[in-house]
């Protein structure tokens, strides 16, 4: 009887088994359906008769013993893939998770990602017919603090055997560079996965611009052609890559690892990228899987790429046997989510440069030495200044070659234009990559001279520049500028034995700097009602007065005056202040670190006002026995104390009140 019962017990829970359905806790497919008939069997197999005959309580002769059951419970009890024997699949559904939270650090040299990174994602299962529906997002953040992510949906399901998963998924991914670039790209994938084998293909396409430029174009060499100016540059470029991998996988071990190998194609930007991969993927434990895998091209070379992942499972009572069809059903997928991008540097040669307004910069060439009938291009200058004055336009960069001498000529320069030497490093502004060194049309030592001018040497107008220059014997001035708009800039320049160095009249802004003028008859530098005024670094040597800076008429000047040495004829007026015509005329003067041969002097009429920067009894009365704010101020009479006449109230203001032009 004991026999027995437990054969009817066994008999009645496989009939309730086998008849359970949909209904219960656990469910059995068959390709034929559940069938009550096979409950006897399943009891017989369970107790095979020994030969004891549990009613009568004797022995008997055993009846022939039935052929075992076979039943593969492929996603709990995994059949060897050795075994020859493929019977009818039996799979065992298991409630999915609610969510998988998932940690991973991938290590560096991937292709086209040569930074190691750490991602956290979030995979979402939703049951359906015969598989499952998910979601796919994580975020990603890189070793170098660059950010990226990616979010994904797709389908799996067991074919119609249960032996095969069959997935499709669609992706976007996004990737921030170390150049802070953000590259975009759509993806989808293909899986067929089985017990043994495994098939994986992946397309990416990207969604942004492919070809982007990272930072500013490097000028590799800048040359004259003709009146223009052109550059050859490199550009270094991300290339985002459009890109299909394929790969072929093996069960390689009863613990849930596989080894792959497959090929992928990169192009982007007329480039094709051929490359073989390999490696071996799995689980150490039910919650960690891993990753080697070696890749290898032309281009990006041999790299050796290795991840692990930690997934956490939330709201799943029962897990299938790690790597088994259930179990890869429900988990996330490795995939390769890094948007490729090719670094490479590109060159474009003979860039015309441009001005800010989008124009071509014009060079008009001018060399004493060429033979006349010049048109002004570097191949044919101009041998005189009156031709390239006459052929030249507003905004145009006159150059004065080497080894020139302009004898008695003088040159009036237009709105814009520049008036420069080759022979002293020259820059100018362009609109596609700012600043560029201009280069040498010759190979001449001799800086260009223009002497003997019957007047004036040279004349500037609004927005102009006048650079190393030498001007000799002028009956006039050597540089001078009256009534003019916008920024001057007079640098580098020697002039001698001119009536005045640099005349200044009613102008707008003004910067003096680094000059040499010796043996004048007037001011080495003269400034009357100059709104904004620099003086700075240059040398002033036996003229008959240094620097003058007059205000007057009720006009308002700022004015800086540094590093400059004075030496004067008159040494009561190496350097002179006037503030005059009691109309409240106002100079505000910073001076710093200048040595003179004799006075400063500071002469303000009645009504009108110097407001001296000094950080010595600020707010106070500057009196002549006050020589501390221009002392403090680094200012010298021949290295010693500074030796100043005052006459009217100066007052003493803080530098930082009075703007630097």
């Avoid at 209904?23 to 017989?44: C, E, Q, S, V, W």
């Avoid at 009613?55 to 060897?80: V, Y």
């Avoid at 190393?468 to 800039?489: F, K, M, R």
């Avoid at 910067?511 to 904004?532: E, L, W, Y």
């Amino acid at each position: 009887m004991y026999r027995l019962g437990w054969s009817s017990f066994c008999l009645l829970i496989s009939a309730t088994i086998a008849n359970a359905g949909d209904d219960g806790p656990f469910r059995f497919t068959n390709p034929g359906g559940p069938d009550a008939r096979f409950a006897p069997l399943l009891a017989l197999a369970a107790f095979p008769d020994d030969g004891r005959d549990v009613i009568k309580g004797g022995d008997r002769e055993p009846a022939s013993n039935l052929p075992p059951l076979q039943i593969p419970f492929s996603d709990t009890t995994r059949q060897s893939p050795r075994d020859p024997v493929t019977p009818p699949p039996v799979t065992r559904a298991f409630q999915p998770p609610e969510w998988i939270f998932r940690v991973e650090y991938q290590g560096e040299e991937q292709i086209g990602f040569p930074v190691g990174h750490t991602s956290v994602g979030l995979f979402r299962p939703f049951e359906s017919d015969s598989g499952i529906r998910f979601f796919d997002g994580s975020f990603l953040f890189d070793n170098n603090g660059d950010v990226g992510g990616t979010v994904g949906i797709g389908i799996r399901r067991l074919n119609s055997s249960g032996t095969r998963i069959l997935g499709i998924g669609g992706w976007y991914d996004i990737r921030q560079t170390q150049s802070d670039l953000v590259h975009q790209q759509l993806a989808a994938t293909v899986r067929s996965l089985g017990e043994v084998w495994d098939f994986n293909l992946e397309v990416h396409v990207p969604t942004t611009d492919r070809v982007r430029g990272q930072g500013d174009p490097v000028v590799e060499s800048v040359q004259f052609q003709q009146n223009n100016l052109l550059a050859d540059l490199s550009i270094s470029q991300e290339v985002a890559m459009l890109g299909v991998d394929f790969d072929i996988a093996r069960r390689i071990s009863e613990d849930a690892f596989w080894g792959y190998a497959g090929v992928y194609h990169q192009q982007g930007d007329g480039e094709q990228i051929y490359g073989v991969r390999g490696g071996v993927r799995g689980f150490l434990t039910d919650d960690i899987r891993t990753h080697v895998e070696v890749t290898n091209d032309p281009v990006f070379e041999t790299n050796v790429v290795f991840s692990l992942v930690y997934f956490f499972p939330i709201g799943q009572q029962q897990a299938p046997v790690r790597g088994s069809l259930a179990d890869r059903l429900q988990r996330p997928l490795r995939r390769s989510s890094g948007i490729v991008v090719r670094d490479k540097r590109s060159r474009i040669n003979d860039v015309v440069l441009e001005d800010a307004d989008g124009n071509p910069i014009v060079v008009q060439h001018v060399n004493s030495n060429s033979p006349g009938g010049g048109t002004g291009t570097v191949e044919q200058p101009f041998n005189d200044l009156a031709a390239a004055q006459l052929a030249s336009a507003p905004g145009d960069t006159l150059l004065l070659h080497a080894e020139s001498v302009f004898n008695g000529q003088s040159i009036s320069l237009q709105d814009g234009q520049s008036l420069l030497a080759e022979t002293t490093p020259q820059q100018v502004m362009t609109r596609q990559i700012g600043i560029v060194s201009l280069p040498r049309a010759t190979s001449g030592i001799n800086r260009p001279l223009i002497s003997n001018a019957p007047a004036d040497a040279i004349t500037m107008a609004s927005d102009t520049s006048v650079v190393g220059i030498d001007i000799s014997n002028s009956v006039g001035n050597g540089i001078v500028s009256s009534g003019t708009n916008g920024q001057l800039l007079i640098q580098d320049n020697f002039i001698t034995s001119a009536t005045n160095g640099i005349v200044l009249d009613q102008v707008a802004t003004a910067d003096v700097i680094g000059n040499s003028i010796i043996n004048g008859t007037g001011f080495g530098i003269f400034a009357h009602n100059v709104n904004r005024l620099r003086i700075e670094s240059n040398q002033l040597d036996n003229s008959n007065q240094g620097i003058g800076i007059f205000v007057d008429s009720g006009a308002d000047t700022d004015a800086l005056v540094r590093d400059n040495l004075l030496i004067a004829i008159d040494t009561s007026q190496p350097f002179l202040a006037l503030v005059s015509g009691s109309l409240g005329s106002r100079l505000g003067l910073n001076i710093f670190n200048n040595e003179t041969n004799g006075q400063y002097q500071f002469q303000i009429n009645p009504g009108d006002r110097l407001d001296l920067g000094g950080l010595l009894g600020t707010g106070n009365t500057f009196l002549n026995s006050d020589n501390g704010n221009l002392q403090n101020n680094q200012n010298t009479t021949l290295g010693g104390v500074p030796n100043t006449s005052v006459n009217g109230e100066v007052n003493i203001v803080d530098p930082a009140s009075i703007p630097i032009p």
